[in-house]
């Protein structure tokens, strides 16, 4: 690489909360953030996405048309106020990596859709837009996720010792980064979906601050058994998931008529152990878990986590150089160079894919 280059990560997550943009500085040095921004989506907009995120909803192609403009219209607000924070132009900026709303993740079935009308963002923006990381991997054969265990390893990995990454966004993702330089990494069921949706349900609010309403519940045995038995649990990696399992007809099939805060207990609970039992059964030697997205902000969950695995270390993110809401913004700022770049985004072992594949499609500035 001649000289430093300059891109731009764009991720809103299954959580529904908004847009996170961050400028990313790639040199030989490394992956840098200069700066970030997080814009909430406007509340109709989150409402319309979660119900694209249903079936049978009436007229969903104009529908999916309308919302793919509003969230380019979202992701170019948000990089807008990031460009004149960084102080940076447009013509500074090599490319976005723009991850677009899924809406569908059924890479079984040979689709994944991330709802964004990437050629409206690049007209606004007048910044080249990487969009549709996914879908060549699921061509591929591939599960489309996760995608940031590559960029976990640029920035989290050492040579000393095995280090594991948890990504609590609505969905949990682990990446396994060993020292030897092999990468494993896989959805781990749900992070903070369900517990925002019952949150939301009961006491309205987005989430559950801190997960303070969780902490004054006590966890039902037998509802975590109901819960915990999903066989998505126990699928061997590659696998990946998202509402279309995780949502609130799944809930609703095991809910019976426990109190609300047990419920938020349980469910804090069952992300627990989801990351813990996949962590010990995959890196067992693991003695470091960083953790970034917004369930690092949760400190009952975090509470629970340290319960499960006493043994591991749990570490914020920005103890490692990056905030935990920056790190899958700036996955995809890194996605976006090496697509620029000609270099696989992928990895084989991690999604299932045939192998190595250049990820997007490009919209030029
Ligand atoms: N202070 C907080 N206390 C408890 N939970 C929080 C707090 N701040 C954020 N969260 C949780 O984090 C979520 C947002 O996290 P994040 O943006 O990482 O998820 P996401 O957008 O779904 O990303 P992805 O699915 O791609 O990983 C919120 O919906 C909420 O559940
Ligand atoms: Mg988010």
Known sequence: ???????AGLMSGTSLDG???????????????????????????????????????????????????????AYASVLDELMVAAQVSAQAVRAAGAHGQTVRHRPELGFTLQLLNAARLAERSGIAVVSDLRSRDVAAGGQGAPLVPTFHRAVFGRTEHDVAVLNLGGMGNLSLLHADGRTLGFDTGPGNVLLDLWHQRHRGGPFDPAG??????????????????????????????????????????????????DVQATLAELTAWTVANALQTHLPQAQELIVCGGGAFNTDLLGRLRRRLPGVSLVDSSERGLPPMQVEAAAFAWLAQRFMTGLPGNLPAVTGARGPRLLGALHPA
Do not use: K
Not at 1 to 7: A, C, D, H, I
Not at 45 to 73: K, P
Not at 235 to 256: I, M
């Open 1 to 7: 690489m001649r000289s430093p280059e300059l891109y």
């Open 19 to 73: 847009v996170d943009a961050v400028l990313l500085e790639v040199s030989s040095a490394g992956p840098r953030c200069l700066a970030h921004r997080h814009q909430p989506f406007a509340p109709e907009l989150a409402g319309e996405l979660l119900a694209l995120n249903q079936r049978g909803g009436e007229d969903e192609l104009h529908r999916a048309a309308l919302a793919a403009n509003s969230v380019a219209d």
């Open 212 to 261: 303070a309403w969780a902490a004054t519940g006590q966890v039902d045995g037998l509802l975590l058994e109901r819960l915990s038995s999903e066989a998505f649990f126990s699928l061997p990696p590659p696998r990946s998931t998202g509402r279309d399992l995780f949502g609130a007809a799944w809930l609703q099939q095991h809910v019976r008529n426990e109190a609300p805060q």
